[in-house]
């Protein structure tokens, strides 16, 4: 009991208000799941800490997960905050192996929001819904007074089925050196289309969000090949959060090749002009992929049937090298480490 | 991407990195001055390309590093007041003071918005007549003529609700004081931004008083190779001098208007840098003539007092004396979710880039 004392103490030391990093995806987040929510949630499935909770009952296992949408603004190009709902909650099912099955969706909503917005959003998760074969099943509804939330607030959580070969692909432990890492095309769309649509910056800059359901594209990866080692969408906190994540304390290090990376010249352009690094920039219809050296070309021709995937890359590999550290050869053959992102990438100042 | 992937060409950059080790015979140690060079050398991984002989060390020139913790503090004592809203750049939101930062007071409801420009913030003086707008002014020559052309914009408009807090800086008295406290450097990587505005005179002391060559850089990788050359010819021949690399952006005069516009609204004043303490007219003060949009001058307000944090040594760090690594705290106690000294906080600050990125 001594521990407990001391590791909210030690929460508390730090920081006495919540903070915007500490819903980042970043370094910040992560410290505050490990040592508020998983320490005092603590089970055997929470500690898996995956994407989706992995529970077995009977002779199958589900995949359990579950999602907020906070995004301003709610209407974006590419997408909107009910797209991302229903994307959101399927792709993490989806890359821990699993099988979708049902969702259900959660409103909080501004006193005042307009009808047809909300109509709008609604809408567009039942197409998204209907495209990817998932029944939406229960949901809720609650209405604040004006002001006490931004427009709308979305949760959604879903429900997969899992088959047992595909148990090991949270968790990577069948990760072995050589394996080649993968992900279906550009990174940074989301996050800098989001930027963009927000009218503080001024800025007119091309750029669709690549919000999209995945679950059809993995489909056909998992059919391809069944040496896939490892999946995890590139939500929050981008490609490099997902890979610093994947290799600490690990007894492998990773190799990414910065010119394998697909930036989108609108993309490239605002993260120029505000001094982000993309691969730190939040996706929402990417997943990374760690396959098996012999399969990693079937993989990949099959990932490029995909409207989704018709940019997949190898982009690097997992190496017996600087074990635990992912190591980036830089465009110009420099090198330099990844590391999680702490707190929100902020704009420069000169 | 034009004017981007031109300069980032892998050949071209493995060329004069080759160049670079044919060139150099002896060590040799450059230092970076400004910030934005740090970043991008360690962004793309330059060090590695680089000979054992030539070493490069992070200066002074990051805004947010230099700027004094009681300027923070008296930034947060400004946020506490229920009549004010804080406009900055979003570097300096999560700086620490002695007992908090913006964003902890931002997060317990003061009104801190981060604006991309001054004009942002004079726009949001003009919806809130009823609240003073307090723009935090840090920088080099680069950022403060925007300040200047911000304070001309709100005495043109009649804005008395708008007010500077300026801690604005110029670079050269720093350059200058380095040398003459001893730090061992054979040259200086000049910094591109501050000498677009100021052109590339105000070097000249520094190979005519030291024998220290200047060669002012863009912030691409074949920008910073071709720099680092130019350095490495001039030592290697004993053929000091200040040279422009970064030619598309940087006239030898400079940028006349805003050099204009800095002298009409500011005065050379002496001021504190953090690891060097108080440097005579490094400074840039609001002229009397603008003294209605001075916040120090027209918002009184309690600050607390002064306290450094123990064991931090950003200053022996931009003073070019220690890199990250000697640090204790590096890494540990200090890491960029929640830093002990201002160097690891701005995106510029070389312990942030060192832990980003070569840790």
């Keep these: ?205 091309d750029i669709t969000s690549d919000c999209a359901c995945l679950n059809n594209l993995i489909q056909s990866a998992l059919e391809a090949s069944d040496q896939i080692r490892f999946m995890r969408d590139a939500t929050r906190g981008g490609l490099g959060t997902v890979i610093s994540e994947l290799v600490k304390g690990k007894k492998y290090g990773i190799h990414l090749q910065e010119d394998q990376l697909i930036v989108n010249d609108g993309v490239r352009g605002m993260c120029e002009l505000l001094g982000f690094d993309p691969i730190y920039v939040a996706n929402e219809g990417k997943v990374v992929m760690v396959v098996a050296d012999k399969d990693a070309q079937d993989v990949l021709d099959a990932l490029k049937k995909h409207e989704t995937g018709k940019n997949a890359t190898i982009i690097g590999e997992i190496t017996n090298e600087h074990s635990g550290m992912a190591w980036l050869e830089t465009m110009v053959g420099g090198k330099r480490i990844i590391e999680m992102l702490s707190g929100q990438q902020l704009p420069r100042i000169c | ?194 000498s677009t505005i100021t052109g590339s005179g105000i070097y000249q002391n520094i190979p005519k008083k030291f024998g220290l060559g200047v060669v002012i850089s863009g912030f691409e990788p074949i920008d910073l190779l071709q720099s680092i050359l130019m350095l490495v010819n001039q030592i290697e021949n004993n053929d000091q001098k200040v040279e422009i690399e970064y030619t598309r952006a940087v006239k030898p005069e400079g940028n006349i208007k805003a050099q204009e516009m800095l002298d009409e609204v500011f005065e050379y004043g002496d001021d504190w840098w953090r690891g060097f303490g108080i440097l005579k007219n490094s400074g840039l003060k609001i002229r009397e003539k603008y003294a209605m949009h001075d916040a120090e001058k027209q918002i009184i307000v309690d600050v607390e007092p002064l306290k450094e944090p123990k064991g931090c040594i950003c200053g022996e760090i931009l003073r070019g004396v220690n890199k990250p690594k000697d640090c204790k705290l590096f890494g540990t106690v200090c890491t960029p979710s929640n830093p002990v000294g201002s160097c690891m906080v701005s995106s510029e600050g070389s312990c942030a880039a060192y832990y980003l990125y070569n840790r």
């Design chain 1, 1 to 205: 009991m001594q521990l407990t004392i001391f590791i909210t103490d030690k929460m508390k030391n730090k920081f006495d208000t919540i903070l915007l990093g500490h819903g980042s995806g970043g370094k910040l987040s992560h410290d505050l799941i490990s040592e508020l929510f998983a320490h005092h949630f603590d089970n055997e499935i929470l500690r898996q800490q995956s994407d989706s909770a992995i529970i077995k009952t009977g002779n199958t296992h589900l995949a359990y997960t579950t999602d907020s949408f906070v995004v301003d603004p709610i209407f974006f190009p590419g997408g909107d905050i009910g797209k991302l709902a229903i994307a959101g909650t399927i792709n993490d099912l989806v890359v821990s192996g699993a099988t979708p099955q049902y969702l259900s969706v959660g409103f909080i909503i501004e006193e005042g929001f307009p009808f047809k917005d909300l109509e709008q959003i609604v809408i567009t998760m039942a197409k998204e819904a209907k495209k990817a074969g998932i029944k939406i099943v229960t949901g809720d509804t609650k209405v604040v007074d004006r002001g006490k939330c931004d427009k709308v607030f979305i949760n959604s959580s879903g429900i997969g089925l899992l088959d047992d070969r595909n148990i090991h692909i949270s968790s990577g432990s069948n990760i072995q050196v050589g394996d080649k890492i993968i992900i279906n095309g550009s990174i940074g769309d989301h996050g800098m289309a989001v930027m963009a649509a927000r009218n503080e910056l001024n800025i007119s800059a």
């Design chain 2, 1 to 194: 991407m034009k004017y981007i992937d031109e300069y980032r060409d892998k050949k071209i950059v493995l060329l004069l990195a080759e160049e670079i080790k044919k060139t150099i015979t002896k060590p040799i140690r450059l230092m970076e001055v400004c910030g934005g060079h740090t970043m991008s050398i360690q962004k793309y991984g330059i060090p590695y390309l680089l000979p054992e002989e030539l070493e490069l060390i992070s200066g002074p020139g990051c805004p947010v590093c230099v700027t004094s913790r009681s300027y923070v503090d008296r930034a947060v004592a400004y946020s506490r007041l229920d009549d004010v809203i804080i406009t900055t750049y979003g570097d300096l939101i999560r700086v620490p003071g002695s007992s908090s930062s913006l964003d902890k007071e931002k997060a317990k409801g003061a009104d801190i918005r981060i604006v991309y420009s001054i004009l942002d913030a004079l726009t949001i003086a003009k919806e809130n007549p009823k609240k003073k707008i307090v723009f935090l002014g840090i920088g080099f020559e680069t950022t403060a003529p925007s300040s200047a052309a911000g304070i001309i914009k709100a005495q043109m408009a009649a804005l008395s609700n708008f007010y500077l807090y300026s801690a604005h800086k110029v670079m050269p008295p720093a350059m200058e004081t380095l040398i003459d406290e001893g730090v061992l450097i054979d040259g200086y990587i000049g910094p591109g931004h501050v």
